[in-house]
């Protein structure tokens, strides 16, 4: 909003204004929600199913703050499946109850049964979103989280005319998507591949019965617009782009880049962006469009590509659309992803740790099991799948971890995780796929500890990009390569001036990434991979951080309504 001042200049008066505006400056709002999850019958692709809703919306609704304001939440079960909430890129601080993944901070909310979510935005400003942390729940419970300059400041770029949020989802035609895991589990092949991908939850153009519906962006020829856009894709990472427009990044993951120019982007699962475009093009219809980035060989994938419209003002709405797509890279580009990425720049001045005395080595494998000789499953080799960090394939407890190491009730999980891979081998190299073991286990880091984990891609499988989040956290990408971490040659390399600082991030196909971070938000903080067949095969792992010897290093008191299991 913009207004002008022409007021007298009496001291009494500038005294009232600036007490006025201080007051305006400070204050965090406090902003009540209630999302309802429901199921209702959509219509897509010429069919009609029922799917999970929040509020009776797909995607569900955007919640809206202010750098450093509340959110209280009150989360209410209407559907036939157990839920939880979990809000992907705020930290939590000291608040792991409101962190949501199910089994790691909480029990599920049953069917009937409702609880109230607390958000304490931090540092967090920028796109962020909300999921459901759930079975696969979140392929259609969720939405956009954005989170605006403190009251009083300005965005690090001019002031956009509008935003608009573009989140982009996964449709399956026919299968009841909370199905799915179950189904791959009892035959221990892949889990269903879908049929479309969405931008708003509609199709697009390209897929049959969609036209009406597309999503349409209408902008004014000459004005800047914000694009808030999300990942919330349940597979596969994705390559974006807009027919004839350059789109200028500025966030990633609720925090803010030095600004770049690209014609594309890839976005892993769980990645938001902000991104600034320029309506300066000729006054037409252009596509909006996504497809697959699916770099793992010979893995089955949803091969479609989803559009949107960005109409310019005044053009007439023509139904024939006889334009093409913008170019997007070939599905199997990993160049193209990594010239992407590799321009990720911290905007501010970071505060990296460079005393680290936590060093932690993660290997990431999709791996196969063993079925009986009577009954082989239908995974490759006649195995089934799964997959592991340090082959270890997690396995969800009983009741919560962060419930039994807060009540120090034994036998639910272990603290014995293994902090480098217990194997060497060359995880690039040529590996025949070989089996994991199943637990529950955790490393327990103390509070203030400076850790460096570097993620090692392997090729024991196939070897994929893994968009890898780590909840409780942002961390600094310090470093990022091909074949296996060398840990004498490639900490030389790191970026130790501005390295970007993320939520989730894409660990290279058949490469390894570096992360640093200060372990001082205590709680039970789930690592896992994004992409949600990796997640169900076991490819997760959690983070104890101990409590400080303060009382405000201390992690929070659990709410009284916290759903039991
Ligand atoms: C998957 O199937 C196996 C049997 O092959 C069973 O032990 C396991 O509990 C199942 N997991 C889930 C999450 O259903
Ligand atoms: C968009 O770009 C294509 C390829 O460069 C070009 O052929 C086309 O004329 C452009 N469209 C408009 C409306 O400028
Ligand atoms: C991006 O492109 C615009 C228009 O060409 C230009 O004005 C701007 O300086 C570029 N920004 C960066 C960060 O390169
Ligand atoms: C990508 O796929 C194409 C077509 O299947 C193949 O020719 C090419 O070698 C692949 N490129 C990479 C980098 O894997
Ligand atoms: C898995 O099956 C292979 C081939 O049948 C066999 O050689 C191997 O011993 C089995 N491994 C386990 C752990 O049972
Ligand atoms: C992983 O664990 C399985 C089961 O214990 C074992 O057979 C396999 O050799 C291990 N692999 C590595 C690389 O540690
Ligand atoms: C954590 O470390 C920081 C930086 O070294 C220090 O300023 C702070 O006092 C420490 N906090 C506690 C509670 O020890
Ligand atoms: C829902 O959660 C409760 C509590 O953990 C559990 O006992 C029950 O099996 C879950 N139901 C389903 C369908 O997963
Ligand atoms: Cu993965």
């Not at 037409?284 to 699916?294: K, Q, T």
């Not at 660990?507 to 992409?531: D, E, S, Y």
């Not at 997760?540 to 992690?555: A, Q």
């Amino acid at each position: 909003m913009e207004f002008k001042l022409n007021i007298p200049n009496t001291l009494a008066i500038g005294f009232f204004l600036f007490a006025f505006l201080t007051f305006q400056i400070t204050e965090a709002k406090v902003h009540r929600h209630t999302l309802k999850i429901k199921s209702k019958a959509y219509t897509r692709l010429c069919n009609t199913k029922e799917i999970l809703t929040v509020n009776r919306e797909l995607p569900g609704p955007t919640l809206r703050a202010y750098r450093g304001d509340k959110l209280i939440v009150n989360v209410i079960n209407n559907a036939n499946y157990n839920i939880t909430l979990h809000w992907h890129g705020a930290r939590q601080i000291r608040n792991p109850w409101s962190d949501g993944p199910e089994y790691v901070t909480q029990c599920p909310i049953r069917p009937g049964q409702s609880y109230v979510y607390r958000i304490d935005l931090t540092i967090e400003e920028g796109a962020i979103w909300w999921h459901a942390h759930s079975q696969w729940a979140r392929a259609t419970v969720h939405g956009a989280f954005i989170v605006y300059p403190k009251r009083g400041s300005s965005y690090p770029f001019p002031t956009p005319h509008r935003e608009f949020p573009l989140i982009l989802g996964e449709w399956w035609k026919k299968k009841n998507i909370m199905d799915i895991p179950g189904s791959a589990n009892k035959t221990g092949g892949e889990p269903a591949i879908s049929d479309a991908y969405t931008i708003n939850g509609q199709p697009g153009y390209l897929y049959p019965c969609s036209k009406p519906d597309t999503f349409t962006v209408t902008v004014v020829p000459g004005r800047r617009y914000l694009l808030r856009i999300i990942n919330a894709v349940m597979d596969e990472e994705l390559f974006f782009a807009i027919a004839n427009h350059t789109l200028t990044v500025v966030a990633k993951d609720g925090l803010y880049l030095k600004q770049f120019n690209t014609t594309y982007l890839m976005i892993t699962p769980g990645q938001s962006m902000d991104v600034l475009l320029h309506a300066n093009q000729r006054s037409d219809r252009y596509f909006l469009a996504a497809r697959a980035y699916s770099s793992a060989f010979g893995a089955g994938f949803d091969k479609t590509t989803t559009t949107a419209i960005l109409q310019y003002e005044g053009v007439p709405l023509t139904d024939e659309l006889n334009r093409n797509p913008p170019v997007l890279p070939p599905y199997n580009h990993t160049e193209a992803t990594t010239r992407f990425t590799s321009q990720f720049r911290s905007l501010r001045p970071v505060n990296i740790p460079v005393k680290i005395d936590t060093r932690l080595l993660y290997a990431i494998s999709v791996n196969l099991m063993n079925c009986s000789d009577d009954k082989p499953c239908t995974g490759p080799y006649g195995k089934r799948f799964s997959s592991s960090v340090n082959n270890i394939s997690f396995v969800n407890p009983s009741i919560d971890i962060l419930r039994a190491y807060y009540r120090r009730i034994g036998g639910i999980f272990q603290e014995d995780f293994p902090r480098n891979p217990p194997t060497e081998f060359d995880y690039t190299g040529e590996n025949l796929p070989f089996p994991t073991r199943f637990g529950t286990k955790v490393v327990v880091l103390d509070f203030n500890s400076s850790v460096e984990l570097v993620l090692q891609g392997t090729n024991v499988l196939a070897s994929d990009n893994h968009p890898i989040h780590l909840h409780g956290y942002s961390f600094f990408v310090v470093g990022s390569g091909f074949g296996n971490f060398d840990r004498q040659k490639d900490p030389l390399r790191y970026n130790l001036v501005d390295p970007p600082e993320e939520t989730t991030v894409g660990v290279p196909r058949n490469g390894w990434t570096a992360v640093r971070f200060i372990a001082n938000n205590p709680g039970v903080w789930l690592l896992h991979c994004h992409i949600e067949r990796h997640a169900t095969w076991g490819m997760n792992t959690v983070f104890i951080v101990k409590d400080g010897p303060t009382k405000s290093s201390r992690m929070l008191k659990p709410p009284p309504d916290l759903p039991s299991c």
